[in-house]
């Protein structure tokens, strides 16, 4: 077992009176992929936001490598090494492929991942360097919020929904690099999905959520395996 | 004709400074979608400041920086101690804030050096260049107007567009959640914003100052014409506010010369009005939707 580089511990977040992350326990070890399930609304976005510090949780922690990131600022935890590739609207359409990309490794300074290596694993991108990123298909807009994200090196990769709107096959690809990463670079991905099944084939481990609450956690193999389980929260 | 020639240039120079009035309002507007109506409080606060360093004995020069360096401070000051609590909230909010900080300015200046206008020196002739024995309404003066504020321009947008800092403070203005989770200290690049925009208004009270006069209430048709410059580039454009500066400057030129001075603030406003009837996106903004 590797070492655990992510940890939440009695998470809750609350908007208003409602609960939207209700007790979540979960760690997240190098090199490891966590898949976090479950339908629309069961605070999948909301427990990545609260990680990353988007959100200020009403109680629990969040640690990286044993270190409490509470009350810090986003940008404090980006830099301690949490990337968050938001959902959907992750890149900044108004400039170029290229400056979204020099965006993502600025505060790294010369400890940056080359923009060259992103174009290496996206090589779509490449074509597209000069163009506003407002111009990109849904597949490529993707590839440009996760190949930003890897440029800062990150220790630990929030994925919201990466395959969310792709083509099937363009899905397959992005989940297999996701596993790719995770192994190459020690990276710990936690990776949010509604699409149970492509998100379990490529993760160790599984959590699903629901109403906020961990219903099921268990290796990415018994989750797909157990039948009852896939019939009342996953859909397939 | 010579009298077209001369209203052309005059129209150029006031115009210049109308750009950059306009740029001060566009960076604030693009990266905190508030309109700056303080702005003109701002610049006559740090005119008076060159204006108190002049009187007591400094250089012209030294005046002019100090006044551009106060500015920038001044910018920063608003942002961090006033604006910040009113971004993120309805609009009305920050229209309000900065009105009343207008008035407070305003007040504070006439406290301070009373309410009578004072001159101001130019930076260098106002006499006219003579071509082929006519004088023309074109000054050395003009000439340094003219490129001064181009130049900053120019600076800027190289600042914008070259810089990694540029870049930092673009992606805080177009998409400030995704910026912090990119590590970008998006609130120390929105406090730049206002610093930056405050030096270029600052930058047009100096330049204004001799044909104005320094009083607290002397810059008030500096920022109506800013705006309208600014609201004719597109409000969301550098480019634009230079060129609606200019065009502003051309044609409030042309109404003061041909139907006499009284008209000139009531043209800009018809401007202002047309503008926003006819194409309220501006002159020259490429209409851009943000996509999810």
Redesign the interface.
Known sequence: MSATLLQVEGLVTEYGPVRAVDGVDLSVSEGAVTAVLGANGAGKTTLLRTI?G?VRPRSGTVELEGRSLKGL???RI??LGV??V?E????????TTE?NL???G??RGRGAMPVEEVYELFPPLRERRRQPA?SLSGGERQMLSIG?ALV?RPRVLLLDEPSLGLAPLVSREIMELVRRMAAERSVAVLLVEQNARSALAVADRGVVLNLGRIVAEGDASDLIADEDLRRAYLGF | MTRFVDLTLNGISTGAIYAAVALALVIIWRSTRIVNFAQGGMLMITTFIASALISSGASYWLAFVVALLSGFVLGGLVERLLMRRVEGKPPLNAVIVTFGLLILLEAVAGMIWGNTPRSFPPAFSIRGYSVGGTRLLFAPNDTFIVLVVLGSAALLALLFRRTTLGLRMRASAFAPEVARLLGVRVGGMLTLGWALASLMGSLAGVLVAPSVFVGPNQFDPILVFGFTAAVMGGLDSPAGAVVGGLLLGLALSYVGGYEGSALVTLAALVILLLVLMVRPQGLFSTPRERRV
């Open positions: 990353s988007l600022a986003v940008e980006v830099r990337a968050h938001p959907g609207r992750g890149v900044i359409t108004e400039l400056e020099a965006l993502g600025l505060w407002g930003r800062a």
